[in-house]
């Protein structure tokens, strides 16, 4: 792969050459490794609005970021929409079919569409989201928007990774509590009530009166002088509201300031390098010759019940470390 050519496309917009280095940066081949971390290093640095959007299934996601994505696209930006699938825990594989659901927005020529498998990774966050943002923002996208799976930890998982959280839910769904426990709460900074169609006034009733629960939630988790995250209603299929949703998103990009966005860049870039570290550790204990010529014996005894987990551990260890 001619590194050179990949990045005068990458600079140019050329939409085939953001494809091919996001493919790069996903590889999880020693030798796309290497040169992965190669491109990375020259990319130019991009200052885009990094966004993570979440929410359980079924919440639309997909339909709420394809209102948003074509009315920034309208206003001028570029936005670029990465969409986190599952991957099948016995397969590996993953259907990718979010971009399928943004139909509008996928032929849309200011807009990029990429859904990646999430590769088992802790969240439903795969391990190159953080490196295909940096392709993205290297390409003059403005605007990237990151979807999760929306289920276990990813919420937390993306909130690592972004400068605003928004937190997608519905009425009647208890979240007011679950949000709580989950701790949702506590990482968003804003929180949108979708389906709040104004076609149908009792939906829309609901919707505001789960906002407002929420905010009253909100109360038991915030502590005072922090950034109070804003509650609103909206309707990813009309499009009704989407846009007040930007504008608190907006907000709270000026509630950080310049100091206070690249001090938590910062602080999520000395978390992304642990995460790497552990990452290449792992990879290494893997291909290690000596945890080799240990693991079929060690499994077998683990699995006939004849060796301890713990000691088991052990022993894988110490052949790496021998």
């Excluded at 792992?282 to 077998?300: F, I, M, T």
Aim: aromatic share 4%.
């Amino acid at each position: 792969m001619d590194l050179d050519e990949l990045l005068d496309g990458i600079r140019d917009g050329k939409r085939a050459a953001v494809s091919r280095a996001i493919t790069l940066v996903e590889s999880t081949k020693p030798q796309h490794r290497q040169a992965a971390r190669e491109l990375l290093t020259r990319l130019p640095a991009g200052d885009a609005v990094r966004v993570g959007i979440s929410g359980v299934p079924g919440v639309g996601k997909s339909t709420f970021i394809e209102a948003l994505g074509s009315q920034l696209t309208a206003a001028g930006h570029r936005v670029g929409v990465l969409a986190v699938d599952p991957s099948s825990v016995r397969t590996g594989g993953s259907v990718l079919g979010d971009k399928t659901r943004m139909a509008q927005l996928a032929v849309d020529p200011r807009a990029f569409i990429r859904p990646s498998p999430s590769a088992g990774t802790l969240g439903g966050v795969a391990r190159a989201t953080v490196q295909a943002m940096a392709v993205l923002e290297a390409a003059a996208y403005d605007v990237v928007l990151v979807e999760t799976v929306g289920v276990g930890q990813s919420e937390v998982t993306v909130a690592g990774m972004v400068d605003t959280f928004l937190f997608l839910t519905l009425a009647r769904t208890g979240d007011q509590l679950q949000g709580i426990k989950k701790g949702i709460l506590e990482i968003s900074d804003v929180i949108a009530v979708n389906k709040a169609d104004p076609d149908d006034p009792a939906r829309e009733q609901e919707a505001r009166a789960a906002a407002r629960e929420l905010a009253g939630a909100l109360r038991l988790v915030r502590g005072k002088g922090e950034w109070a995250p804003p509650v609103v209603t909206c309707s990813g299929l009309t499009g009704h509201g989407v846009d007040e949703v930007w504008q608190r998103v907006v907000a709270h990009r000026e509630h950080l300031g310049a100091e206070g966005l690249q001090h938590k860049r910062a602080r999520q870039q000395l978390d992304f390098t642990w995460a790497l570290v552990r990452e290449e550790l792992d990879q290494r204990l893997r291909q290690s010759p000596g945890v080799r010529a240990v693991r079929d014996e060690v499994r077998a005894a683990v699995l006939a019940g004849e060796l301890p987990a713990t000691v088991a551990a052990d022993r894988i260890l110490a052949a790496y470390d021998g």
